[in-house]
């Protein structure tokens, strides 16, 4: 996968990093196993400090998504999942009541937003049977 | 004395004649991190880097490199501690390999293929004469020599000035790659926020000899945020919000900037933009233009309780 990122973006650029890999993972692009850039390398690849690579890497680590390997760098982490079931939900409504909020502020109605989201998730996982 | 401080400074105050120039600087830089220094044209800048190396006295305070007093660096301290001054003096009639063998003489390490690989990735051949080379090209000669003596510690004084795009990718290239190992430090002043953003981790802000903000970028990020209020005559309150570090007109709304918005915070901005409060995505070029946009008009409207938000960041 190409990492891309650009400054001057309301997104930090660690923030960038972190929500392409995780998309990649979600969409299957990166497999489980497979290596990423070490830290270095993204960074000299990107022009940007380590250190905002390895914050990146450091967050994806902490919410199962990579998983760091002596001396082999970072790989796609076998999915499991790190957190409870409450919590997982928790952290899903969070973005659910975002999502709706900004959702009825752009004027569209519940069918519509439910439209969208199906379409999405059929773009993202084609492999998943939705009902 | 910390070692693990790449500079620190204490008070550093200087005053010429009567005009105050650099006040109460405090900074603390850890090794292994990358700071830009940023502020606009006559915030102190120059002055702070120039009392650091020991070019200049302070009036008062104190600071050190590398745990050495500034001011009484032995050539033996400065080996260790690289730093380019504005402008890139070097002698025209020289080739840049002549360039590299005159400057190589006063230094107790040298390191030749650093030099080469320095001055070839900003597209330059060490048998051209320096006087034919570009700006930006100067530059490039000017940090090739600088990093050539392998510095523990870089100082530049605004190296990006004047460089196209190559040159200005160049340079962050050869920054990045000199901070490789984790345990060099480099302090460098710039216009360039997008440069900036991209290769230092730390960020200081200088407004009128004093440092507002010095922390890392990302809590930067996160400490400032931006928000959009429809004018009414509660507007002119904004003055009074806690924390505030700049308010602009923009069509019919007015954008306040602000660090550190907590609860006190959000009561103070209902309270004036009731329900059309929006929040709004700042980019990192946006909060430090803020700051150095507020600077430029303290002399005229704003309170004193404006600067309460400097002063919270300027704790870190």
């Known amino acids: ?72 760098g970072y790989i796609v982490a076998n999915r499991k999942n790190i957190y409870t079931k409450t919590e997982r939900l928790r952290r899903l409504d969070q973005v659910l009541d975002s999502l709706v909020s900004e959702a009825i502020t752009l004027g569209f109605s519940g069918d519509e937003l439910l439209e969208r989201l199906s379409k999405r998730l059929e773009k993202l996982l084609p492999d998943q049977s939705l009902p | 004395m910390l070692n693990d401080l790449a500079i620190e400074a204490r008070g550093l105050t200087r005053y010429f004649d009567s005009r105050m120039v650099v006040s109460d600087f405090d900074l603390s830089i850890p090794r292994g991190s990358v700071t830009g220094l940023l502020g606009l044209n006559g915030a102190g800048k120059t002055t702070t880097l120039r009392i650091l190396m020991g070019l200049l006295a302070p009036t008062r305070g104190e600071s050190y490199l590398l745990g050495k007093n500034s001011q009484c660096l032995t050539p033996d301290d400065r080996a260790r501690i690289g730093y380019t001054v504005e402008g ?180 103070a901005l209902t309270r004036i933009g009731g329900a059309t409060c929006e929040r709004l995505p700042i980019t990192f070029d946006e909060a430090v233009i803020a700051y150095l946009s507020r600077s430029r008009e303290s002399h005229s409207f704003l309170s004193s309780n404006s600067k309460r938000g400097q002063e919270r960041m300027a704790l870190d």
């Not at chain 1, 270095?40 to 380590?50: C, F, G, H, S, T």
């Not at chain 2, 795009?165 to 190992?181: H, I, Q, Y």
């Open chain 2, 88 to 267: 890139h003096f070097l002698y025209g009639w020289m080739t840049v390999r002549q360039s590299e063998k005159f400057h190589r003489e006063t230094f107790p390490r040298w390191n030749a293929g650093m030099f080469d690989a320095t001055v070839r990735r900003f597209g330059i051949e060490p048998s051209q004469k320096i006087r034919h080379l570009s700006r930006g090209q100067k530059a490039g000669v000017s940090l090739a020599l600088t990093m050539a003596a392998e510095p523990e510690l870089l100082v530049l004084d605004d190296p990006a000035l004047g460089l196209d795009p190559v040159s200005r990718l160049a340079l962050n290239e050869t920054l990045l790659d000199f901070c490789d190992g984790g345990t060099k430090t480099i302090l460098l002043s710039s216009h360039l926020l997008d440069d900036v953003e991209r290769v230092a981790d730390r960020v200081a802000v200088m407004v009128h000899g004093r440092l507002v903000v010095n922390t890392t970028v990302d809590d930067f990020r996160s400490r400032v945020s931006s928000w959009a209020i429809e004018h009414s005559p509660a507007t002119r309150g904004v003055e009074s919000i806690p924390g505030l570090v700049h308010s602009r007109q923009l069509g019919g709304k007015t954008v306040v900037t602000l660090a550190d918005c907590d609860q006190e915070t959000e009561a």
């Open chain 1, 1 to 72: 996968m190409q990492i891309r990122i650009s400054v001057g973006n309301p997104q930090s650029i660690y923030r960038q990093i972190a929500d392409q890999i995780r998309r990649a993972v979600v969409t299957g692009e990166l497999s489980v196993g497979e290596a990423i850039p070490s830290v270095r390398q993204l960074a000299k690849e990107l022009v940007i400090n380590p250190n905002t690579v390895a914050k990146a890497y450091g967050e994806l680590t902490r919410d199962g998504v990579l998983e760091g390997q002596p001396g082999r």
